[in-house]
């Protein structure tokens, strides 16, 4: 959304609550392929409700994967999500884009709940049937937010080129690699270590997007607490790994909690979609991030919605690397898709 710069080859960095994934992607014969791929776990006070807090780990963190990854690329998109983002999707007089730059900033501080001054303000025209009314997708950032992040790539010697919205990071990746039709529905998730993301999607149009915090750092926290873990083994334990002599019986009720809270947030969410989109039907979910393979989640999803639930693949369209980047591309793929979203920037026109 927010482009800082010009760049060929730009690399996606999808920096969360407890983990960094960056992706470098080029052109092949067969389309597009990985150049790069890597991911470095973080501790869970370095990023905290989607603000960078330790500065230093997080560029550490940042330049340990380009060393170790071998990535040469100093441009950078990266993406942020929570609280200091607004997406509203509001109806405007038909006009040009020249005539919308001119009005957009009186016509933003009318739907946003912060000053005008503060945030950094970028649209898209969504509809423009040539009727007296168009969709305009307006989305605002805070500049302290957009400036948490860039001020880290500038500290770990990288230069940034792109920031995005995470749900629509999610969204490019699921364009390219699902190719959906303009009638397909669906609900694209992507539940993260502290947000998960939603975005109800019409083909290639945003319909309604939401954060909600929410996400597996519950799961972990629950783990810890009831059965008396360390950190570490109820973060193995959520992802489905023998710990100790903790059984399957003693496990799985207390994810289950923490996945009705997940789905009762979800029905909200589309609840409300439903309530201000007449007509429409999600017809699928899509299930990204890294809370994504948490045991019993996709069934409690399916079980509650009655829909195809399914992980997205972000490799569907895309060769995956090889060497230790294709265990990662095998064990995590929904957990790269923000990243792949993001590193697709180096190729808008496609």
Request: proline share 3%.
């Given at each position: 959304m927010f482009g800082l710069g010009t760049a060929k080859s730009i690399v996606g960095l999808d920096i969360g609550s407890s983990s960094i994934k960056a992706v470098e992607l080029k052109k092949s014969r067969n389309g597009v392929e990985v150049a790069h791929m890597a991911m470095e776990p973080l501790s869970s006070?370095?990023?905290?409700?989607?603000?960078?807090?330790?500065?230093?780990?997080?560029?550490?963190?940042?330049?340990?994967?380009?060393?170790?990854?071998?990535?040469?690329?100093?441009?950078?998109?990266?993406s942020v999500s929570g609280h200091s983002v607004i997406v509203k999707r509001i109806p405007m007089s038909t006009m040009s884009d020249s005539e919308l730059s001119g009005i957009i900033q009186t016509e933003a501080a009318q739907h946003i709940p912060f000053d005008i001054s503060d945030v950094s303000i970028d649209y898209q025209i969504l509809s423009d049937t040539g009727g007296s009314t168009m969709d305009v997708l307006l989305v605002a950032v805070k500049k302290d937010k957009i400036l948490n992040y860039t001020n880290v790539l500038s500290l770990a010697g990288k230069s940034p080129a792109v920031v995005d919205i995470d749900a629509f990071a999610l969204q490019n990746c699921y364009e390219y690699n699902y190719?959906?039709?303009?009638?397909?529905?669906?609900?694209?998730?992507?539940?993260?270590?502290?947000?998960?993301?939603?975005?109800?999607?019409?083909?290639?149009?945003?319909?309604?997007?939401?954060?909600?915090?929410?996400?597996?750092?519950?799961?972990?926290?629950?783990?810890?607490?009831?059965?008396?873990?360390?950190?570490?083994?109820?973060?193995?334990?959520?992802?489905?790994?023998k710990v100790g002599t903790v059984s399957e019986d003693a496990k799985m009720p207390i994810l289950q909690q923490v996945t009705e809270i997940i789905v009762l947030e979800i029905q909200k969410t589309f609840d409300f979609f439903r309530a201000t989109a007449t007509g429409e039907h999600i017809e699928r979910i899509y299930l990204a991030g890294g809370s994504s393979q948490v045991p019993g989640l996709i069934e409690g999803l399916r079980q509650e919605f009655s829909l195809p639930v399914e992980i997205l693949n972000p490799f569907q369209r895309i060769e995956p690397p090889l060497g230790t980047g294709a265990d990662l591309a095998d064990k995590n793929a929904g957990q790269m898709a923000v990243a792949v979203g993001l590193a697709l920037r180096s190729f808008d026109e496609l």
């Open positions: 006070d370095i990023v905290v409700d989607s603000m960078i807090v330790d500065s230093g780990s997080v560029a550490s963190a940042i330049t340990k994967i380009f060393t170790e990854s071998g990535i040469k690329t100093r441009a950078v998109a990266t190719q959906p039709g303009p009638g397909a529905t669906v609900a694209l998730l992507n539940l993260g270590a502290s947000v998960m993301n939603i975005n109800i999607v019409k083909g290639t149009t945003p319909l309604f997007t939401r954060d909600v915090s929410v996400g597996g750092h519950q799961y972990t926290d629950s783990l810890q607490k009831e059965l008396d873990l360390s950190f570490e083994d109820a973060e193995a334990l959520k992802l489905g790994k």
